[in-house]
C-alpha cells in the first residue's frame, strides 16, 4: 500500500516546501515506503528523482477531484497533505474522511499568528468553512520545530503533535574552505513582505558598510520587487543586487560564496535557508520569528528580536569577526546540520510517524500529546475581550503584567482579533472572533480550547460583554476556578452610564456572572468597596496596577507650569470638558494643554468646538494616540499632568506621571488619595471651580516647589507600584486559591 503526499506546488518560485516535500519524498521511497506526490501542473516544478517507488502526479483541481472520487482504502495506507488554506488540499482532506483514510496535516508556517494577522477576514471565513474540521479529523498534526506546535494549540486544536523538522540531502551539498573574505552578506528566499526586507534594506542605508556588499536572491511578485528597488533608489542606498532565483549548484555556490546569510523574516515554520547555508559553512543571521536558537547554543550565527536596531548590531557584530572566526562558526554549523539535520534523519523519524499512525509501532518521542503543565507553576488563562490599542487602561495593565508574570506562572492570554493588538512577547497568545453572531459556535470553541489547555484559574477582565460571561460559563462547568477583576466597571459612574443597558445586561448575565464568580480582584479598596456595597461577598484581594519604572524617561530639569498634558482615551467619562471650562477661568496665561489620547472622532470634535466657544482653543492640542518613547518623551517635557476624570478604578498615567517626575493633578473619582499625603499632587471632588483652583495653585509654584512634589511622586511609584512586585503579589494569590479547599 502506498502513501500520498499532497502539495499545492512544487514550482520552483513556490518556496521551501516546493523543495522540502518532493526531497523528503524521495528519501521516504529509499525508506522502503511506497509514495506518490500529487501536485498542481507548474512551469518550472523542482527536479525529483522518481523511481518505481515514488512518483509524482500533476493534477489541476477538478483532475484533483477525480482523482479523489476513485480513491481506494485498500490501496492507500496514509495521505500526508502538506499545507492548510488551500482548497487543494481540503479536497483530499475530505475525500480522505468519505473513504475511511487517515491523515495527517503539516501546515507549513501557515497557522503562525503572523500569518493568521494577515488577510484575517478570509482565514475566518476559511476556518468556519472548511479548515478547523480539516485539522481535528487528523490522526495528527506534523510541526516542524516546538514553536510551530505551539502555535497549533494556541488555535485548540487536541491532535497528536509530530514535531520533526526539514532535513537536507547532504550528499549535494559541498562543504566549502573559504581562505578569504568576499565581504559579501546574502539574503536567499522568497521576495515577499514576511521576509522583513524593507527592515533590511533601512538598517543596511544606515550602517553605511562601503567595502560590503548586499546580494538578494529570490523569485517574488515583481510589483513587490519594484517597490524594494524604488526604497534603494529612493534613499541612495549603496552596494545592494538583486540578482534574481537561484537553484541547484548555482544556490550552493551562491551561499558558500558569502561570508554571512541573513534572513530578516517576520514568521517561518522553519526556514529550509537556514540549514542549506549552515550545511555550506556560512554562518547565518536570523529573527526569533524562526525556530534557529541553535545558531546560539551551537555559536554559528545570531538569532534576533527583529527591529532595525538588532539587525544593525548583528550585522556590525558579524563583519567585525575575523575571517578565521566565521570560518570556525561555519565549521560548526555544518557539524549542527549533519547531527540533526540530514535528510536520512528526518525521513526515517517520518516513516516512524507513519508507523504508529497505521497501529504498527509504539509512539516515537517526538510525537506531543496534550496534557497539563508541567512546569511547576499555576496554569493561567487570562481572557479579556480585546487588546487592540485603542482599548484604554485594561490592555496597557494586561502588556505590562503578562511580561512579569509569565516567568512566574503558565500563562496563556485568551483575547478577541483586532486592527491592531498589542504584542505580548513570549506570551502564548490565543484569538478568537468573538463576534455575537457565533454564540453558540464560541460556547463549542471555548470549551474546546480550555479542554486541551486545562488552566488550574480562569482570571476574567472586564465586565458587561457578554463574551467574558459566556467564557466564565464554560471554565466553571469544566471545574476550573474564576477570578473576576471588574477593572472599574462597577462605579458608580459608570453604573449610571447607559444604565437601562446596564439593567438589562443585569438581568440577563451579568448578576449570574457577579454571584457565581469565586474570586474577585480589585485595583484599589475603593473598588472593592463597591463591590460589596452592591451585594457581592465572594473572597476578594486587593492588588494594585503597576507600571515597568524602567521604560520611563525621568524628567531632568523643572520649571514653573507651562505645558500640562492629558494622556488618557479621549471620552466622556475623562472630564476633558470641564478642564476646557476651568483653563476658560484662569487669568490670561500662556498654558499649552496636550490632549494625547485616541477617542471617537465626533467627540474629539464636540471638544474642540467647546474650546472654541470658550475662546482657549488655541491653548488645546489634540495629537490622538502616543505610544512607546514618543509617550515617555511627552511626559518628560510637561510640566503639570491633569487626569480629571470622573471614574478610574486606578488610572495607569498617574504613576507613568509620577515616576517621570510630574506633579499629578486628579479627582476623588480615582484611589489616589496619596497624591495628598505623599504632597505630590492633588487629588480633588470633581467640578469646574475645584480645578480651576487646584490649577490655580499649581501655577503659583515654582520651579524648586514642582521638583520636590515630582521627586516624592517618583519615590512613591517606585516604593508600592513597581510591575514587578504586582506579578510577584498575583502569584501569590494565584497560590492561594488553588491551596483554598
Known sequence: ?????????????????????????????????????????????????????????????????????????????????????????????????????????????????????????????????????????????????????????????????????????????????KPTSTKKIVFLSRIHPKKGIELLLQSWQQLQLTDWTLEIAGEGDSAYQAQLEQQIIANRISNVHFVGAKYGTEKWDFLSSADVMILPTYSENFGIVVAEALAVGTPVITTKGTPWQELETWNCGWWIDLSVTNLMQAITTATNCTQQERLEMGQRGRKLIEQHYSITMVAGKVKQLYEWVNHTTDEPDFVREPHPSVTGHPKVLHFITSIDKTAGGTTAYMQLLSAELKPLVDLVVVTGLSP?????????????????????????????????????????????????????????????????????????????????????????????????????????????????????????????????????LPKTEWKAVQNILFLSRVHPKKGIDLLIEAVAQLPATALHITIAGEGDAAYVEELKRLAIQRKVAHQFHFIGGVYGKQKWELYQRSDLFVLPTYSENFGIVVPEALYTGLPVLTTTGTPWQELETEKCGWWIELNVANLTNALNEALQLNAKELKGMGMRGRQLVGEKYEIKEVAKEMKEFYTEVLNEK
Open 1 to 177: 500500500m502506498k502513501i500520498l503526499h499532497v502539495v499545492g506546488s512544487i514550482d520552483t518560485s513556490g518556496g521551501g516546501p516546493s523543495r522540502s516535500v518532493p526531497q523528503t519524498c524521495e528519501y521516504l521511497s529509499l525508506e522502503g515506503e511506497v509514495v506518490e506526490l500529487l501536485t498542481r501542473p507548474s512551469a518550472q516544478p523542482v527536479k525529483t528523482n522518481t523511481s518505481t517507488t515514488f512518483q509524482v502526479s500533476f493534477h489541476s483541481l477538478l483532475d484533483l477531484v477525480l482523482y479523489a472520487f476513485r480513491l481506494n482504502k485498500k490501496e492507500v495506507a496514509l495521505i500526508h497533505l502538506q499545507h492548510v488554506w488551500d482548497p487543494y488540499i481540503h479536497i483530499m482532506a475530505l475525500a480522505a474522511r468519505l473513504k475511511g483514510i487517515p491523515y495527517i496535516i503539516t501546515p507549513r508556517g501557515m497557522l503562525e499568528p503572523w500569518i493568521m494577522q494577515r488577510h484575517p477576514r478570509r482565514k475566518k471565513i476559511a476556518m468556519w468553512l472548511y479548515q478547523r474540521r480539516d485539522m481535528q479529523k487528523a490522526v495528527c498534526i506534523h510541526a516542524t520545530c516546538e514553536a510551530e506546535k505551539e502555535s497549533v494549540r494556541a488555535l485548540g486544536f487536541g491532535n497528536p503533535v509530530a514535531i520533526i523538522p526539514n532535513g537536507i540531502d547532504l550528499s549535494v551539498v559541498p562543504c566549502f574552505e
Open 420 to 552: 491592531n493588538p498589542v504584542y505580548l512577547e513570549d506570551v502564548h497568545v490565543q484569538f478568537f472572533d468573538l463576534s455575537l453572531n457565533r454564540w453558540c459556535s464560541l460556547a463549542t470553541e471555548f470549551r474546546k480550547f480550555l479542554e486541551v489547555s486545562q488552566p488550574d484559574i480562569v482570571h476574567i477582565n472586564g465586565i458587561w460583554e457578554p463574551q467574558c460571561w459566556l467564557f466564565q460559563q464554560v471554565a466553571q462547568g469544566l471545574g476550573i476556578k474564576v477570578v473576576l477583576s471588574p477593572h472599574g466597571m462597577l462605579e458608580s459612574y459608570i453604573l449610571h452610564r447607559h444604565s437601562m443597558k446596564k439593567k438589562m445586561a443585569l438581568a440577563l448575565y451579568q448578576r449570574r456572572a457577579l454571584r457565581r464568580v469565586d474570586y474577585f480582584h480589585t485595583t484599589a479598596q475603593s473598588e472593592l468597596d463597591q463591590v460589596r456595597k452592591l451585594g457581592y461577598t465572594q473572597p476578594a484581594v486587593v492588588i494594585a496596577n503597576g507600571i515597568k519604572t524602567t521604560d520611563v
